[in-house]
């Protein structure tokens, strides 16, 4: 049975993916080496994605888990305050065109997220998952997804599905499938099947009836 954790803890796992690969391509421009330029650019709508997760969270996550275990939500929300002030760090690097200072900021931004996103796996999600019902749960992460704007939405499955392994695919997939009224679950699978064209045998196969 697919929670609604396992999808907000699939996003975790593209953060971390797309930020290694950020955080690489930072290194190597400031080593250097050319053509990266838009790799590394990446981390605009990067910040974009991790900006409306974590809204999600301060306005679903945060407030529900107060009630089971008081206090324990200050710790993450402050995380996420280190994360904006990382970003801007970040940002002013790159608009100075200083690749030194670029790739700097940036591993510092991985390893604050890393350490956050790691938290929030092994600690914050575990408390949720135990002590919230499903239903509540549920209506959690629809406040989350409600975070993206719409017209977005596109960019979100593009951006998210190469990023992740089969098991959170199918964990997606099959949420979305459940969530949403057929015609608009048949918009998606469109966009599923762009985003992973050589991968797409496989969701089909663990997902006989998409």
């Keep these: 049975m697919v929670e ?39 981390f605009r709508f990067f910040n974009e994605m991790l900006v409306w997760h974590a ?15 008081p206090l324990v939500a200050e710790a993450y929300l402050k995380d996420h305050h280190g994360l ?34 790691g938290k929030e796996d092994s600690h914050l999600y575990r408390i949720f998952r135990e002590r919230i019902p499903l239903p509540e749960q549920g ?9 993206v704007p719409q017209e977005r939405f596109p960019e979100v499955v593009a951006w998210l599905f190469p990023l992740i392994g089969h098991d959170d695919r199918e964990n997606m997939t099959r949420v979305w499938q459940t969530m949403m ?16 064209p050589g991968d797409w045998a496989e969701l089909t196969r663990r997902i006989p009836n998409l």
């Design 84 to 117: 904006d002030a990382a970003y801007d760090t970040l940002n002013a690097a790159y608009a100075a065109r200083d690749q030194l200072q670029t790739a700097r900021a940036t591993a510092a931004f991985r390893f604050h997220l890393d350490m956050h996103l």
């Design 55 to 69: 809204h999600g969270e301060e306005q679903a996550v945060f407030p529900r888990l107060e009630t089971v275990a």
């Design 139 to 147: 209506k959690a992460l629809g406040i989350m997804a409600s975070m």
């Design 4 to 42: 609604p954790v396992d999808v907000i803890l699939a996003f975790h796992h593209a953060f971390r993916n797309d930020m290694q690969r950020i955080d690489a391509a930072a290194l190597e421009s400031a080593r250097g080496k050319a053509g990266l330029a838009a790799t590394v650019e990446r």
């Design 181 to 196: 009224p057929a015609p608009a679950f048949a918009g998606v699978k469109g966009l599923i099947q762009k985003a992973i």
